[in-house]
């Protein structure tokens, strides 16, 4: 990425020979493609081609065994949240266009819809399950949305999930297929989180991978899926890079997005470059690649301990039950608030709007200095209350925080008792 961004460091004295060959040729090659070493250039509004068939490979690669190869014109590389700008804005014409949204929920999707002017519908991940849930549940949002003469034309499926950290099991996403093919909707698939995989009995599976192993029909389900360079062990964010992977979908849709696309004339070039890095990574023979696989694995077995950690100590805390952290990078627990607390929360809230969780973590925060994000900011079923919080901090510091969070709890279950 640097050496992309500043070609002059290669011909600078002893830069090159502290760099691994493979490195040096990459940035050279990114270069050449990218228009003779001129990156500010805008590039096609869907991402360069060269960075759409880096995607192309690395979808193959990871689908192994999938009977359609990915075509680089089916992929649209300009982040994660920029495709789920552009599909909500193509699908939803106004109220009479509904979204299913998974509950708890992440507010990019709520957000979007809003603005788009559709009607979010939601459906309730099933705590009880490992925040799986049952497509009888779906059904009923359908038939609901329907009642009320709006057409669902979206499913977001987000997984692993923000903020429940669930994975979900293949039958379970076989259903969601089945279910979106019977209803005519697009399933829009959420895989930012595809590399935070920590559950022992959880394996990820692209959703492309599940349709077009299915039989037919269902292997002719329409789905948009996403990924991102925030995540995984990757973890960089502010980039924005990232891509869309369009399967089963007709034509003039994809014309229409890419329509879509080119308001914005051009694709952003270090998204790209991101995207590309993290769907070519170093091989091995490549002289990078024992660094990179010792990072790689350093992170993400880091992260895999501190799920673990973190569920553990979490659920050794009277009145917090939490499901285990299978994947992406958050717990959501939930907290047993006593109903002398929950109705002093209902007084105050007279005053001042604040949900009895968010009160929780306000109070939290003051007495601990511990930021969490409470459950109602990511809605739930009602009467439960939860928080989210994340795996990302080091250990040292989770375990302060597990430990300010029990000192705290155990005394407003002691004075609301
Ligand atoms: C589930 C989910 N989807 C999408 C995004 C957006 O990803 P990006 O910031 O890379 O666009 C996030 C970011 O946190 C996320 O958690």
Redesign the pocket.
């Known amino acids: 990425m640097a050496l992309v961004d500043a070609p002059m460091l290669m011909a600078l004295d002893g830069v090159v020979a502290q760099l691994p060959t493979d490195v040096v040729a990459r940035a050279k090659t990114y270069l050449r493609l990218s228009g003779n070493g001129k990156t500010g250039a805008y590039s096609d509004p869907a991402g360069h081609l060269w960075v759409r068939e880096a995607i192309a490979s690395f979808i193959a690669r990871r689908d192994e065994d999938s009977t359609v190869a990915p075509d680089p014109q089916h992929i649209i590389a300009d982040?994660?949240?920029?495709?789920?700008r552009i599909i909500m804005q193509l699908l939803i014409a106004g109220p009479s266009d509904g979204v299913l949204i998974p509950i708890p929920q992440?507010p990019?999707f709520t957000a979007l819809i809003s603005l788009c002017g559709g009607t979010v519908a939601p459906y309730y991940l099933d705590e009880s399950v490992r925040w799986g849930f049952n497509v009888q549940n779906l059904e009923m949002s359908v038939q609901k949305l329907k009642d009320d003469g709006v057409t669902p034309r979206i499913m977001v499926v987000?997984n692993p999930?923000?903020p429940t950290g669930q994975v979900f099991t293949r039958d379970t996403m076989e259903d969601v297929v089945r279910f979106c093919h019977e209803h005519n909707i697009i399933l829009l698939a959420?895989e930012?989180?595809q590399d935070n995989i920590y559950g022992a009995d959880r394996v990820f599976h692209s959703f492309r991978k599940v349709i077009l192993s299915m039989p037919s029909p269902y292997n002719t389900t329409s789905c948009i899926s996403?990924h991102?360079?925030?995540?995984g062990a990757v973890g960089e964010?502010s980039r924005?890079?990232?891509y869309m992977e369009l399967l089963n979908i007709a034509p003039n849709q994809r014309a229409q997005m890419l329509k879509l696309c080119s308001i914005n004339l051009s694709s952003n070039f270090n998204g790209q470059v991101m995207t590309a890095l993290m769907c070519s990574p170093p091989v091995e023979g490549d002289e990078s690649y024992p660094l990179f696989r010792k990072e790689y694995d350093f992170i993400l077995s880091g992260l895999k301990e501190r799920a673990e950690l973190l569920t553990k100590e979490l659920n050794s805390i009277e009145g917090i039950s939490c499901n285990s952290v299978d994947g992406?990078m958050y717990a959501f627990p939930q907290i047993y608030l006593p109903p002398k607390y929950v109705a002093r929360c209902a007084a105050l809230a007279q005053e001042e709007e604040v949900a009895a969780d968010a009160r929780w973590a306000l109070e939290l925060l003051e007495a601990t200095g511990v930021v969490v994000v409470p459950g109602s900011g990511f809605l739930q079923q009602q009467g439960t209350f939860h928080f989210r919080t994340t795996i990302l901090p080091p250990q040292d510091q989770m375990m302060a925080m597990t430990s300010a969070i029990r000192a705290f709890h155990t005394k407003i279950m002691e004075s609301y008792a």
Not at 79 to 84: K, L
Not at 228 to 231: N, V
């Open positions: 982040g994660a949240t920029n495709a789920v992440f990019l987000i999930g923000n959420d930012v989180y996403l991102s360079t925030s995540k964010c924005r890079g990232g992406a």
